[in-house]
Each structure stands twice: as structure tokens, then as C-alpha cells.
């Protein structure tokens, strides 16, 4: 079993939807989890960390659920500029005192005009 | 500030050659990472550093060599190179590996061994 699963898609809405990723993680003690986003040929950057009492900003939505570990993300009222791979992170202990991020294959979103 | 710069942006090899991935962040970071990203895989990690003068192995550290001389530089070298190499590889920083920070990628270079 992989360590992160995703959906890869391709999720392809029309601009204005509501549209669900979720993603699946194995190491109950995991601590940490994160939404990435990655363009097209670009390196990944932070979309937003994911806390238990689930977190929202903007049109974007986070929840955390440990006891059956998964992560969503909603994106609400889609933009053309959402189209992208989201990644699922999560965060683990490794080495001693480092932290290693365990990264998703990533799920495929293209918003159609 | 230009954040985590990676150099070259591509790259073609033939097998057996050698050449080194140099990667540059201006933002004080202690910890720097290289990952590989391949198809239907999720990034996976070479070798990383949690400081000045110190590395250590990733998932998937066979091939590679590392090294970080300078707080602001690290090195990825492929000594061999093998068609198994061809990848996209990111190199990352963080201020340190405490659980919530961010990690900051580079822009990426693209290798393909033939």
C-alpha cells in the first residue's frame, strides 16, 4: 500500500463548480499534512497546511480526518487559474530529528470555461 | 530575493557520464532537500541536509552523492549516469525540519540519460 494515495484524475469541471479531492495516508503517526499545488513544468508550492479543526482560506477548504486518515481539500466556485496537480502531503518523523514529507502521486484539475 | 535557484534547468546525458545539480537559496535556510520526480510517482527523496558541512540519505540515495560546503549551496552529483537517473529533479529548503514549515522549492531540472 502506498504511504499517500490520490485520485489522479484528471477532475475536469466547468468554471463556477465545487469540486473534492481526497487523499488516504497509512502511518497512523503521521503528524503534519499539507496541500501542495504544482503548474504544468513547475515546481510545487504550498496551497495550505491541514489542521484537525479543519481550515479555510479563500475558496479553499481543508479537513483533517485522523481516525480514518484522510485529507480533503474543496475548492469552491472554480477558476480557469485552478487548474493544476494538487498533492497531498504529509509530514513524518525520519532520521532522529528531521522531518521527511511524503508526497502524493498528485490529482489533475482542469477547470473548463 | 530569488528564492531556491537551481541550475541547470536541462540537461542531456549519455550513460556514464557524470555532472553535478547545484542548488542555491538566499533565504537563510538550515535544512535543504533533492527529490526526484518521476511519472506516476510521488517526488521522492535523494539526500538532504539539516545544516552546513552535514548530509545524510534519503529514500532513494543510490547514484548520487551530495554535498553541502556552504549554508547556501548544495550539490547533487551523478558520478555514473544510468537511464534509471532520467527524472525531474527539485531541490528544497526549509528553515528547519520542525513539523509545520514550509518547504520552498527550486524551479527544477529536467535529466534524461540515454
Known amino acids: 500500500r502506498k504511504e499517500v494515495e490520490q485520485d489522479p484524475g484528471p477532475f475536469n469541471v466547468p468554471e463556477g463548480a465545487t469540486v473534492a479531492f481526497n487523499c488516504t495516508y497509512s502511518?497512523?503517526?503521521?503528524?503534519?499534512f499539507f496541500w501542495y499545488r504544482q503548474d504544468c513544468r513547475k515546481e510545487p508550492k504550498l496551497l495550505m497546511s491541514v489542521y484537525s479543526s479543519g481550515n479555510e482560506d479563500g475558496r479553499f477548504t481543508a479537513q483533517l480526518n485522523r481516525a480514518s486518515q484522510y485529507i480533503s481539500l474543496l475548492i469552491r466556485d472554480s477558476k480557469l487559474s485552478d487548474s493544476a496537480t494538487y498533492l497531498c502531503v504529509v509530514n513524518e518523523r525520519y532520521g532522529g530529528a528531521t522531518n521527511k514529507l511524503i508526497f502524493g502521486t498528485g490529482t489533475l484539475l482542469a477547470v473548463q470555461p | 530575493n530569488a528564492g531556491v535557484t537551481q541550475t541547470p534547468k536541462f540537461r542531456v546525458l549519455k550513460t556514464g557520464q557524470s555532472m553535478t545539480l547545484l542548488c542555491a537559496q538566499d533565504?537563510?535556510?538550515?535544512?535543504m532537500y533533492w527529490y526526484r520526480q518521476d511519472p506516476g510517482m510521488g517526488l521522492r527523496l535523494i539526500h538532504y541536509?539539516?545544516?552546513?558541512?552535514?548530509?545524510a540519505k534519503g529514500e532513494v540515495p543510490d547514484g548520487y552523492n551530495v554535498s553541502r560546503l556552504k549554508k547556501q549551496n548544495f550539490l547533487l552529483g551523478l558520478e555514473s549516469a544510468a537511464p534509471s537517473q532520467t527524472s525531474v529533479y527539485f531541490c528544497?529548503?526549509?528553515?528547519?525540519?520542525?513539523?509545520?514549515?514550509?518547504?520552498?522549492f527550486g524551479p527544477g531540472t529536467r535529466l534524461t540519460v540515454t
Open positions: 541536509s539539516v545544516g552546513e558541512g552535514t548530509t
Open positions: 533565504m537563510n535556510h538550515e535544512y
Open positions: 528544497a529548503s526549509s528553515y528547519r525540519a520542525v513539523l509545520t514549515y514550509e518547504q520552498y
Open positions: 502511518n497512523s503517526a503521521s503528524q503534519s
